[in-house]
Each structure stands twice: as structure tokens, then as C-alpha cells.
């Protein structure tokens, strides 16, 4: 077993990491880490448990540790669901001590040898690592995953750029309250309603793309150059971002050419085995009245891109939604399949 460590273990994404690693085949949970203000507490008692399963025992009594790397030097690797206040400093350290960071905030995400990774995606964009300088001898490295709005994004995108070329893309997400956090957005502001705004939310949508579906060469990622325009909305929802897409194509395509292409994708990690990937990462739903997120949000174990909907579009090429679950496939889901391709490529070693 690897050895891993969770910063930010008291959060909610960091509790969702814990509930996906309790069983995990590879990944053990070996050390947790907060702010001064849990550590050297037992984890039952610094974290306040908003998952629906109970608190793992095996986990209740470990003590919570500061989030500096000279405290963690019993780990292979760590994930992080640190809050991006202190996220680029606390990776860095770690990163420099030579212990890889699998990283869910987005503080590295726009650097340029900082792979975003979809192991669907971009699989390739991993030998970034390469260029990274934490350490002489490479053994420290940061890779991140994307914001919860760009993963399903990308993900259904995927296809459609390589079959048909992408002019332009416009996308409304409908995201679940789950993604602000806990306590979150305050009840009043949400209950019965729609906030159409999400601070710093869009230019995420608009830039992680391009660089997800950009190209590695010669050591650098060549970003698609396409324009995304984003309106961010949170929904009174549990979990799931919804998004509506409409897309100009490059090369002419009907809506039967782009659903054959959804279906027929393939994904590039197929037979690699991993135990997080999911049999079908792209689901296409014929069912006008789906995908929703309270029904498909926790398909294939909440690691699936739901989409449906497809149809030609009156102003551009085509539209379509598309939904996945924000704090499983868009955040702790999706940084530990990112770890298990680590582990794959030999990056991560015990
Ligand atoms: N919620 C979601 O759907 C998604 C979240 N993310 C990203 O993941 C990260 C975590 O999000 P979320 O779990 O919702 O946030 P929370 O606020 O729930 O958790 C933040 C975590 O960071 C820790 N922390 C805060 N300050 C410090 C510090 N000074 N030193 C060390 N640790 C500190 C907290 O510890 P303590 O309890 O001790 O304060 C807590 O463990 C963020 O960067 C967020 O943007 C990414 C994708 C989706
Ligand atoms: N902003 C997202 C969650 C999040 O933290 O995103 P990011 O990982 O890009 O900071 C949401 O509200 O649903």
C-alpha cells in the first residue's frame, strides 16, 4: 500500500478523500493534516463530519498535524483540499521536501509545468512533471485537477474537438451548494432561489479548458485557443454542476454525427485498470427529461459526465447539457484517479 497523506482532512473535500480512501485498494490513509486550529486534536474532534457515512474509526483517533512538510515525513504522497489562502505556500513546502502534492485548489492550475490533469483528457500532459524545479533530483512535484465546473466541460468537449474542431463555446453552469463548502451559502440567500453569480468562478471556466485540451510539445502545453464565455449560477441542489453548453464546430456537424462521436469515444486510460475509473466516463442519455443530479449525480460512484439533451443549436453549431458530481469526479474523485495514474506512470513510488 502507498502511503498517503490528506492536508486539509477537516474540510469538506477533505472528508470526501477520507470516505473514498477508507476501502481503497492501493491508497492508505496515513497522516491528516489542518490549521493550527485542529491540529493536536484527535480527528473526531477537529472535524465536524458532514459526510452521510459515519466518521471511519480507524481515522476518529488520529491526531490532526500541522500542514508542514517536516511533519509528514512518514508519506509517500498527499493530497490537498487546503483552502487557496494557504494552498500555494503549503504545497510549495511540501513540493520542495520532495513529497509529491495531488492538489484540488486551484492556486498551481494556471502554472506551465504544473499539469491539470483529467486522466480521460490529457493523460500525456502528466510528463510536465519533468519540468518542474521544487527539487534537484525531481522527487517533488505538484499536480493539480480542475475546477468542478471544467472537469464535466472538458470531459464532454473532449470528443467533439477531435472529431470536429471547437470555434467557440458558450456555458451556464447550475452548480450545487456542496461546492461552496461548509457552512457555505447561507440558507436565506439560496433556499427557493438562484444566485446567478459565483465570485472568481467563470475565469476558471474559460481558462482550465483551453489548457485541458491543449497540446504537449517540447515540454510545454500549447493551449487550445478557442473562446469560452461562462455565467456561473448556484442551484439549490445537494450535489451535481449541471452545465448548458452550446458550441460552434469548425467542420459542419448534425446532431446525429455529434452523438455518434459521444458514444464512440474512447477513453485513453481504458485498460490501465485503475481502481477509480470509471467503466464509462462519458454517458450519453437519450431521455430528454435527463441527465438531473439528484438521479445520475452518484452514477459509476459520482466519476461519470453525464450528457444529454443534443441537439442543433438556432444561434451556433450544437447544444447539450452536461452534469457531474462536483466534490467526487470535480474534486476529491478526481484528484485520486489522478493519483492512481501517477502511480501507473511511475511517479509515485513507496
Ligand atoms: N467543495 C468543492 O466542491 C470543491 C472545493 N475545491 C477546493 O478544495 C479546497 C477545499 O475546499 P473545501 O473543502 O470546500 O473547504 P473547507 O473550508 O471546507 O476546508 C478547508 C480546509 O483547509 C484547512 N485550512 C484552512 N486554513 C488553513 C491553514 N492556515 N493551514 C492549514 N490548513 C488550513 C481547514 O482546516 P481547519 O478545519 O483546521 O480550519 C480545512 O481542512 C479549496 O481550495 C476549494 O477551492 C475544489 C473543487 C471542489
Ligand atoms: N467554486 C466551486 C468549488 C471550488 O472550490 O472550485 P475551485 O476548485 O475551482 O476553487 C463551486 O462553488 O462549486
Not at 39 to 56: D, F, L, R
Not at 88 to 111: C, H, L, M, Q, W
Not at 306 to 322: D, E, Q
Request: glycine content about 8%; proline content about 7%.
Amino acid at each position: 500500500m502507498y502511503k498517503a497523506g490528506i492536508l486539509g482532512a477537516t474540510g469538506a473535500v477533505g472528508q470526501k478523500f477520507i470516505r473514498l480512501l477508507e476501502n481503497h485498494d492501493w491508497f492508505k490513509i496515513q497522516a491528516l493534516g489542518a490549521s493550527e486550529r485542529s491540529a493536536g486534536k484527535p480527528y473526531k474532534e477537529a472535524a465536524n463530519w458532514i459526510e452521510s457515512t459515519p466518521m471511519p474509526k480507524k481515522i476518529a483517533d488520529l491526531e490532526v498535524r500541522n500542514c508542514v512538510s517536516s511533519d509528514f515525513d512518514d508519506v509517500d504522497f498527499v493530497f490537498s483540499g487546503l483552502d487557496s489562502s494557504v494552498a500555494s505556500e503549503v504545497e510549495r513546502d511540501f513540493a520542495e521536501a520532495g513529497i509529491p502534492v495531488i492538489s484540488n485548489a486551484k492556486n498551481y492550475r494556471t502554472d506551465p509545468s504544473v499539469p491539470l490533469l483529467i486522466p480521460e483528457v490529457n493523460p500525456d500532459h502528466i510528463d510536465l512533471i519533468k519540468t518542474q524545479t521544487f527539487t534537484e533530483d525531481g522527487s517533488g512535484w505538484i499536480v493539480t485537477n480542475p475546477n468542478c465546473v471544467a472537469v464535466p466541460l472538458a470531459m464532454s468537449l473532449r470528443p467533439l474537438y477531435d472529431n470536429f474542431g471547437l470555434k467557440s463555446v458558450i456555458v451556464t453552469s447550475m452548480q450545487a451548494i456542496s461546492g461552496a463548502g461548509y457552512p457555505g451559502v447561507p440558507s436565506l440567500d439560496i433556499l427557493g432561489n438562484v444566485v446567478p453569480f459565483i465570485g472568481g468562478e467563470e475565469s476558471k471556466i474559460v481558462e482550465e479548458p483551453l489548457k485541458l485540451l491543449g497540446k504537449f510539445k517540447e515540454g510545454a502545453i500549447e493551449h487550445a485557443s478557442f473562446p469560452v464565455q461562462a455565467t456561473a449560477t448556484r442551484v439549490p441542489v445537494l450535489n451535481g454542476h449541471l452545465l448548458s453548453v452550446t458550441a460552434e464546430l469548425e467542420k459542419d456537424a448534425d446532431e446525429q454525427e455529434v452523438k455518434k462521436a459521444l458514444k464512440e469515444w474512447k477513453s485513453p486510460i481504458a485498460n490501465f485498470r485503475l481502481p477509480t475509473a470509471p467503466n464509462y466516463p462519458l454517458h450519453l442519455y437519450d431521455n430528454d427529461y435527463y441527465p438531473q443530479p439528484r438521479l445520475h449525480a452518484d452514477s459509476e460512484s459520482g466519476m461519470q459526465t453525464a450528457i444529454g439533451r443534443v441537439r442543433k443549436s438556432n444561434v451556433l453549431s450544437i447544444s447539450y447539457v452536461a452534469m457531474a458530481h462536483n466534490t467526487i469526479r470535480g474534486a476529491a474523485g478526481g484528484a485520486i484517479l489522478n493519483a492512481e495514474l501517477l502511480v501507473k506512470k511511475n511517479y509515485i513510488y513507496k
